[in-house]
Every structure is written in structure tokens, then in C-alpha cells.
């Protein structure tokens, strides 16, 4: 069974930046693609961006442009580098791996102040 950790959440102003990381337990990291969501409070969780195993990437519109999701396999982690963060994008963040039954993180929080 593998786990994943998520790290790298925190409070930040407006227009600042964050990079949150998820490291894998297990090899097999590579071969699964891999999300970031985020729950904000009184919401449902919702999409924030993907990547395959091949690299091809998904990124919601609402954070097009400021953030981006990268992998590095070797350290089996998924990146999710936030810029220009918005008091909108305050949230609990949970990595994703597409297993057969997906597997989450337990969540890191990023709060954004105006």
C-alpha cells in the first residue's frame, strides 16, 4: 500500500507564492498519474490539476497560468508551484494518485491573506 505526504502549505499574502510537494512511499509512483484537488471550507473538493505518467498535464481553469504541476520520478514527488496566489485560493490541498482505488494524502493548508 503506498502513502502519500503532502508538504509545503502555509500562510502567504496575496500575490506571493508557494510550492507544495507529495512524496510517494513507493517506487511505483511512476507509473500512476497524479493530482492535486483542494477542499475550501463549506465547499466540495475540487480539480486543480493532473499528470500522467507520460507527462501530460490538466490544469483547472480557475488557476491557469499561476500554477503549475510538475513530477520528478526519481524523488517519486509531485510538485504543485502556486503563484500569484488570490485569497481564493485558501484551501486544503490533497495530492492524488490514480491507483485502481486512489489513493490521498492527508492534505496541507494554504491560506492566503488579502
Known amino acids: 500500500q503506498v502513502q502519500l505526504v503532502e508538504s509545503g502549505g502555509g500562510l502567504v499574502q496575496a500575490g506571493e507564492s508557494l510550492r507544495l510537494s507529495c512524496a510517494a512511499s513507493?517506487?511505483?509512483?511512476?507509473?500512476?498519474?497524479m493530482g492535486w484537488y483542494r477542499q475550501a471550507p463549506g465547499k466540495q473538493r475540487e480539480f486543480v490539476a493532473s499528470?500522467?505518467?507520460?507527462?501530460?498535464?490538466n490544469v483547472a481553469d480557475s488557476v491557469k497560468g499561476r500554477f503549475t504541476i510538475s513530477r520528478e520520478n526519481g524523488k517519486n514527488t509531485v510538485y504543485l508551484q502556486m503563484n500569484k496566489l488570490k485569497p481564493e485560493d485558501t484551501a486544503v490541498y490533497y495530492c492524488?494518485?490514480?491507483?485502481?482505488?486512489?489513493?490521498w494524502g492527508q492534505g496541507t493548508q494554504v491560506t492566503v491573506s488579502s
Open positions: 492524488k494518485m490514480s491507483t485502481s482505488i486512489p489513493t
Open positions: 513507493r517506487r511505483i509512483f511512476s507509473l500512476y498519474a
Open positions: 499528470i500522467t505518467s507520460s507527462g501530460t498535464i
